[in-house]
């Protein structure tokens, strides 16, 4: 079973910046895809950045692309994203989550493990 915490989240005026990371308990954190997902209230949950193993590829949705930053560490078996130029709409609980798949994922459904969510407030 991989724990997966994330921190960093809190309330940040719109234009501004947070870091969030996520500390993972896995053994063989490098053998892991790692995600960022966000959910805001009556909304599903959307990607929003995911990176590969080791190689340090990474994907984005659009509504984040050139804003946001996904990286890794696996020595410290922490993920990192980077959320830069805020807008109100990037308000959400965001989750950390670690996955198997041969290919990089960019759907919930292919993370075999999640976080509990640090929730993001991004004032107008």
């Known amino acids: 079973q991989v724990q997966l915490v994330e921190s960093g989240g809190g309330l940040v005026q719109a234009g501004g910046s947070l870091r969030l990371s996520c500390a993972s308990s896995?053994?063989?954190?490098?053998?892991?895809?790692m995600g960022w997902f966000r959910e805001a209230p009556g909304k599903e949950r959307e990607f929003v950045a995911s990176?590969?193993?080791?190689?340090?590829?990474?994907a984005y949705a659009n509504s984040v692309k050139g804003r946001f930053t996904i990286s890794r560490d696996n020595a410290k078996n922490t993920v990192y994203l980077q959320m830069n130029s805020l807008k109100p709409e990037d308000t959400a609980v965001y989750y950390c989550?670690?996955?198997?798949?041969?290919?990089?994922?960019?759907?919930?459904?292919?993370?075999?493990?999640w976080g509990q969510g640090t929730q993001v407030t991004v004032s107008s």
């Open positions: 989550a670690a996955s198997t798949a041969i290919v990089l994922p960019t759907t919930a459904s292919n993370f075999n493990y």
């Open positions: 896995a053994r063989a954190f490098s053998g892991y895809h």
């Open positions: 990176i590969r193993r080791t190689t340090a590829s990474t």
